[in-house]
């Protein structure tokens, strides 16, 4: 009789179901790391906003600006008699309000500040930005808004914080 080398059926069986309950394991991990990741890049987004907004608030007469592209471009007719070789304040991508690490994002404004000759004429007083997960539970967990103030906060059940002409309601729960 031949000795014949091989693995048997059942030890082939072991092997694929260790190597799914390894996967069983491992997945669950893999997405809740993603969602993560997605919330800290949105988070960095949204502080990266304030930080844009607040540098072209101190080069725009005191006001932040309603239209994100002229955060992109303000020596464009943006800023009366701001440098064209100075810097931007903020990115093209970030300023499209595009979806962007499993997240929307929307930006609203209030109390305009046209006419005032040294300022942008879509100065605004306050502003509001919103981020809310594409896929509630997937993409990410939490919905995220800030506003003039610098304030952050969230949902937990992923919605939109809800703004009410540029500022965020005292009943969200403030990101520390």
């Not at 903020?90 to 929307?106: H, T």
């Amino acid at each position: 009789m031949k000795n014949q080398k091989g693995f048997t059926l059942i030890e082939l069986l072991i092997v694929v179901a260790i190597i799914g309950i390894i996967a069983a394991i491992a997945i669950p991990s893999l997405l809740r790391a993603r969602v993560s990741a997605n919330e800290s890049a949105t988070l960095g987004d949204i502080r990266t906003l304030i930080s844009a907004q607040a540098a072209y608030q101190s080069a725009n007469s005191g006001f932040y600006d309603g239209n994100l592209s002229c955060l992109t471009s303000p020596s464009t007719g943006c800023i009366p008699s701001y440098p064209s070789i100075a810097p931007t304040f903020l990115d093209s991508q970030l300023a499209s309000q595009n979806s962007k690490s499993g997240y929307n994002r929307s930006f609203s404004s209030a109390g305009s500040a046209a006419g005032i000759p040294t300022a942008s004429g879509t100065s605004v007083a306050v502003y509001a930005y919103d981020a809310t997960p594409v896929v509630v539970g997937q993409t990410g967990v939490r919905g995220f808004a800030a506003d003039s103030s610098g304030r952050i906060c969230f949902t937990v059940q992923g919605t939109p914080v809800g703004t009410t002409s540029g500022v965020l309601p005292s009943s969200c729960s403030d990101l520390r």
